[in-house]
């Protein structure tokens, strides 16, 4: 079956670690995504790429890094300069072109707590 | 910029009774409107999306929206709420063009009592 695989699910992260989350995805798109969700607010974009080897800053991305070596792969790197990285992460991906309207498709999300 | 609200941060319903969930929303565009589905500790599920063609959309499980522009407003609603819509729903819009950037309201949590 298609879809977005994110792993691991759940992960703790000790202070002054860098910890990296994994996604991957079948669906063949060529945009990718990281969100971030805190209790109580909607989902903030942290990176997003819409093509193989480029990748561009969303709204939060301080003490974050990404990398999009391969189409299927979009991992997210929590670095110690983030000082507050504990929250649920999602990542998703969609088809470009043709404009506006694509589907956006998400993954089942990584709990990230700092011990 | 675009911006969109979602007018109740919970909504509590008896099974069986309809649902009503608000949104309004904010564009210099016509824009793409999306309303998805979280159950806890998942991922979101797109429920329906609007991009321009019919004004009323249908999505999974019973949920439709209107498009009403003069109101700018894009509501979901169900006829008779059943258990498993418990979850958390969020309104969202994306630019017009080629890239799809998304916001996300704060998001409503339907409750449904038996």
Redesign the interface.
């Known amino acids: 079956d298609g879809g977005i695989t994110q792993s691991p699910k759940y992960l703790f992260r000790k202070e002054g670690q860098n910890v990296t989350l994994s996604c991957e995805q079948n669906l063949n798109h060529d945009a990718m995504y990281w969100y971030r969700q805190d209790p109580g607010q909607g989902l903030r974009l942290i990176y997003y790429s819409q093509i193989v080897n480029d990748f561009q800053k969303g709204d939060i991305a301080e003490g974050y890094s990404v990398s999009r070596e391969k189409k299927e792969s979009f991992p997210l790197t929590v670095t110690s300069a983030q000082k507050n990285p504990t929250a649920f992460y999602l990542c998703a991906s969609s088809s470009t072109g043709g404009g506006s309207g694509n589907t956006i498709y998400f993954g089942e999300g990584s709990w990230l707590t700092v011990v | 910029a675009q911006s969109v609200t979602q007018l109740d941060?919970h909504v509590s319903v008896s099974e069986g009774t309809p649902v009503l969930l608000r949104c309004n929303y904010s564009s210099s565009y016509s824009?793409?409107l999306?309303w998805?589905v979280q159950h806890p500790?998942?991922?979101?599920?797109?429920l329906l999306?609007y991009?321009?063609a019919a004004t009323l959309v249908k999505g999974i499980n019973g949920f439709e929206a209107e498009f009403k522009k003069s109101e700018t407003s894009f509501h979901l609603t169900k006829p008779s709420a059943h258990m498993s819509d418990a979850a958390e729903y969020?309104c969202v819009v994306?630019?017009?063009?080629?890239?799809?950037?998304?916001v996300?309201?704060?998001?409503t949590r339907l409750l449904v009592s038996p």
């Not at chain 2, 500790?41 to 797109?46: A, E």
């Not at chain 2, 994306?94 to 998304?102: C, E, I, N, R």
């Not at chain 2, 996300?104 to 998001?107: D, H, I, L, R, V």
């Open positions: 941060s824009p793409s999306f998805y500790n998942k991922g979101l599920q797109l999306k991009t321009s969020f994306s630019d017009p063009g080629g890239f799809q950037k998304l996300f309201g704060t998001g």
